[in-house]
């Protein structure tokens, strides 16, 4: 397999279209446009899953991460599968790299060209990026972070420590050899590991502003078994109220 430089340019097409497409920030188009309010302006101002959960809602928050989750992961199944249909053809579109993608979108989320620059922390983005990766992977990405949370009961500090492990973690041999690590395929060896790492250092710059909170003892807090006790109460409070009317 030769290597041709114009590889470089198409992974670099792929890193900026999928940018334009991470560039997207449904969390300000709907507080804008269904809300009449503009998340920038409420809480901490940054328009992530987070802040728009506590701004908006349990709902309104779940949408926005979905989005912002999803946009990353299929950006880079679709690339992915691109790939493997033109590598039938030339087997130097191995050099095609279906990860770049779901980086592109993630850098996109975090500096968006059409909100000025200000855009989320990156975090479910990179969670999409994630589960592309290999979904036992994902799926320690998640329980590293509701434990964090958990004991720290801060999302700041579970993001961060949670994509950096995660993405070290990812250097184990074995999620490159197995069945679900299908999108390793054809890839030069590590290469993808190297672009979660790129994500996670990310990660953990876009919450300096947040290392400063926890320092002072500012930072926010949540604490789950709280609200999901006063979730469970209120449905029986709305329940019990019909049951009187």
Request: positive net charge; charged residues 15%.
């Given at each position: 397999?030769?290597?041709?430089?114009?590889?470089?340019?198409?992974?670099?097409?792929?890193?900026l279209?999928?940018?334009?497409?991470?560039?997207?920030?449904?969390?300000?188009?709907?507080?804008?446009?269904?809300?009449?309010?503009?998340?920038?302006?409420?809480?901490?101002?940054?328009?992530?899953?987070?802040?728009?959960?506590?701004?908006?809602?349990?709902?309104?928050?779940?949408?926005?991460?979905?989005?912002?989750f999803?946009?990353?992961?299929i950006?880079?199944?679709?690339?992915f599968?691109?790939?493997?249909?033109?590598?039938?053809?030339?087997?130097?579109?191995?050099?095609?790299?279906?990860?770049?993608?779901?980086?592109?979108?993630?850098?996109?989320?975090?500096?968006?060209?059409?909100?000025?620059?200000?855009?989320?922390?990156?975090?479910?983005?990179?969670?999409?990026?994630?589960?592309?990766?290999?979904?036992?992977?994902?799926?320690?990405?998640?329980?590293?972070?509701?434990?964090?949370?958990l004991?720290?009961?801060?999302?700041?500090?579970?993001?961060?420590?949670?994509?950096?492990?995660?993405?070290?973690?990812s250097?184990?041999?074995?999620?490159?050899?197995?069945?679900?690590?299908?999108?390793?395929?054809?890839?030069?060896?590590?290469v993808?590991?190297?672009?979660?790492?790129?994500?996670?250092?990310?990660?953990?710059?876009?919450?300096?502003?947040?290392?400063?909170?926890?320092?002072?003892?500012?930072?926010?807090?949540?604490?789950?078994?709280?609200?999901?006790?006063?979730?469970?109460?209120?449905?029986?409070?709305?329940?019990?109220?019909?049951?009187?009317?």
């Amino acid at each position: 397999m030769k290597f041709d430089f114009s590889y470089i340019w198409i992974n670099l097409i792929i890193f900026l279209c999928a940018y334009l497409i991470g560039s997207i920030n449904l969390s300000i188009i709907l507080s804008k446009y269904k809300n009449k309010d503009d998340i920038r302006t409420k809480g901490s101002g940054n328009p992530g899953s987070t802040n728009a959960f506590r701004n908006f809602g349990a709902k309104f928050g779940i949408i926005v991460f979905l989005f912002d989750f999803l946009k990353s992961y299929i950006s880079i199944i679709i690339v992915f599968l691109f790939k493997q249909f033109l590598t039938i053809y030339d087997s130097n579109f191995n050099y095609v790299l279906p990860l770049i993608a779901g980086l592109g979108v993630m850098f996109g989320h975090i500096f968006p060209v059409y909100f000025k620059f200000k855009g989320g922390k990156g975090v479910a983005s990179f969670f999409g990026i994630l589960l592309a990766f290999d979904f036992v992977l994902f799926l320690i990405g998640v329980i590293l972070f509701f434990t964090i949370l958990l004991i720290g009961k801060m999302v700041s500090l579970s993001s961060v420590i949670s994509t950096n492990l995660t993405s070290l973690i990812s250097f184990i041999p074995f999620f490159y050899f197995w069945p679900l690590g299908f999108i390793h395929l054809n890839t030069p060896f590590y290469v993808d590991s190297v672009m979660l790492v790129i994500g996670s250092a990310t990660i953990m710059l876009t919450h300096i502003p947040n290392y400063f909170k926890i320092s002072d003892g500012h930072e926010s807090k949540v604490n789950l078994i709280k609200y999901f006790k006063n979730k469970k109460n209120e449905k029986i409070v709305s329940s019990n109220h019909k049951e009187i009317n």
